[in-house]
């Protein structure tokens, strides 16, 4: 019988433990003799700041058979319904960017172009997010729930959504959801590596105890304890395009009583942005500035002066956004913070975390003596193009009006990269299209046009006159697409008007445990 492989992930939290289970799962469903261990300290706490996902995170619990009504009672999870801007493209303007997508309810006439509802709302002068379900219910602060006769709840559309949560929790959750992965309660004191090919061979534990290993997922955040420090992983920085280099997280209690955001809120500041991310009990808050305008002290005076309220600091956080030259190198694979790290404006981190794992196992999980260099070199490849489209799409958030600060004039100025400058020049010729993102990952590209137009809409970037010339071609669309976007807002604004408030749907979602 064969020697049965070891993958041993170092790091819990929400990205070890979701790497874990997708491995797992995948060893399971291929028939490979292994086995799954994951290294998580007790001894090393777990700072919960309050993060958000996208709809990924909910299909994640929908593959591992997982009640998410359970998961929200047990980690104090809310809804998150999409983003709301705030003071971005100028101060006192706001906009909503709903992560429902109305193209997939509509069937579309034969040979219609993607997006033709967005540039048809575009040519119309009419609002974006109106004919997202999703629109009416951030307004209202709404979930996508009613109640039926007999007070049972009813989903309303079919579109999936994401969550909010503190993320120490949920690695704990999952971590208790986890089956057949071994939990090691202990710390990586050494590596022993092969003389030879540099892969790691065993884990040295403070605990006294080596444990053999054949495939290492580096899940230690930060520090990036073995891809970094082992394998000599490079980093690409974006810190040029991404200016932001310092978080200051702190909490916002939710008072009794109170309704819950059912987004999360990016709220633009003289040297930065503050995060709001709703839990049951608390809003996980926190600005991520530039030290380069502005010091820790000036930073936490700023907040203050925004919310009217005193905050407690509870960390002062140094970051370079960038990702690693090569997430894989040997039998090493890093995943979250390890891999990379881009603020969290789009909820990019834990997303990431997914669709590589979903990668790395479905196309590249064999018994470890059996992956070629082929194979990192393409899965480097893939994910390094990930998070370059991640950055573009965070970056282009940066193409305001606003020139009040230093912070804001600089940005306008000279931090906008060439790609973003690209797109949207393309976008001056043609309306944004899926087939303009490149393919990725999956066959797939994963930023794709419907996740733009909302940015691009509520920064004023999209051109009007170019919309209506484009509609104007095809009369016989244009009128499938008017009648499309009317019937969507008819139906969204009554569904709304059922759906119940977040809170409420929070209390009666508790009450089921």
Partial sequence: MDRQSHFVVVGGGTAGWIAAMIIQDAVRRKGLNARVSVIEPSTIPTVGVGEGTTAAFRLLLKHFGIDEFEFIRETGATIKLGIRHQDWRRKGHSYDGPIDDPHQVIRAPAGAPSDYLNVYATAAGRSLTDMHLFGPLLTQTKAPFARKADGSLIALGPFHYGYHFDQALVGRFLARKSVGVKIIDAVVAGVVRDAQSGNVTALALNNGETLQTDFVIDATGFRKQLIVKEMGAAWTSYAHELPVNRAMPFWIDIKPGDEIANYTRAWAQDSGWMWQTPTQTRYGCGYVYSDEFATPEQAKAEVEASLGHAIEVRADIRFDIGRLDKAWMGNVLAVGLS????????????????????????????VPGAISDAD??????????????FRTFVNMHYMVERDDTPFWREVRANRIHPEARERLALWQTQMPRHGHFEENLFGLPHIQSQLYYPVLAGLGLLDQDLARREMEADPKLRQFARQAYDGLVKEYRAAAGQALGHAEFLDIVRGMG
């Fill in 339 to 366: 891999s990379s790290f881009l603020e969290p404006l789009e909820s990019t981190s834990i997303h990431g975390t997914i669709v590589q794992m979903m990668l790395f196992a479905d196309r590249y999980l064999k």
């Fill in 376 to 389: 990192r070199d393409d899965y480097n490849a893939r994910v390094g193009r990930q998070v370059d489209d």
